[in-house]
């Protein structure tokens, strides 16, 4: 993918999930949750629909909810990068992670779509798997026969109060990549979920 006149300082975050009610809760749709509150508590103007998706912006952040579904979630994330011209480097997809545990997150560039039908659209669209992937525990169901009901089920109690005891910080620090780096918000959001004692 060819991308060209690049903003030095513009991102792009992503949150991954599947559009509608029914799936509000459920836990692929992490993404959503961390970019919801996002927008919410960070001044972020409402939601508007764009690039089959909803987005809103400010500043130099750039804030994107595909509403394709799980599966086609690329198309959205392909249309917002060629406009703003965001390389993969500036790219932040927020995701749920059945490989790390409830109440952890993990922060990595690049890499394997390791089943997530989500990352494997957005790495096709962007011809790149160069982009960062910030990967929300939500624990595994212990088959992969049962994964498929297990993403798409709501989150149980105990689950829910360690996902949001992640959700909050990756939320309430993000200004701290572009002011710094990724790799110094996955250390502030650690330290937070640390010294809270979560």
Do not use: C
């Not at 903003?7 to 809760?25: E, F, I, S, T």
């Amino acid at each position: 993918m060819l991308f060209v006149a690049q903003k030095d300082d513009q991102w792009l975050l992503v949150g991954l999930g599947n559009p509608g009610k029914d799936y509000a809760r459920h836990r692929h749709n992490a993404g959503f949750m961390v970019l919801d509150r996002l927008q919410e508590e960070s001044g972020f103007p409402a939601w508007r629909k764009k690039f089959s998706g909803l987005m809103t912006e400010k500043g130099s952040v750039v804030l994107l909810k595909p509403m394709t579904y799980m599966n086609l979630s690329g198309q959205s994330v392909g249309e917002a990068a060629r406009f703003y011209k965001i390389a993969p480097e500036h790219i932040v997809v927020f995701h749920d992670e059945l490989d790390v545990a409830p109440g952890d997150m993990r922060i990595k560039k690049g890499g394997g779509s390791a089943g997530h039908n989500g990352l494997k659209s957005i790495t096709a669209h962007l011809e790149s798997p160069d982009y960062w992937r910030v990967r929300i525990g939500i624990g595994h169901p212990g088959h992969r026969d049962q994964v498929s009901d297990y993403v798409l089920s709501n989150f149980s109690k105990a689950d829910a109060a360690l996902v949001e005891s992640v959700i909050e910080p990756l939320a309430a620090r993000f200004e701290t990549i572009v002011q710094e780096s990724v790799l110094a918000y996955e250390q502030a959001v650690k330290e937070e979920i640390k010294n809270h004692g979560l």
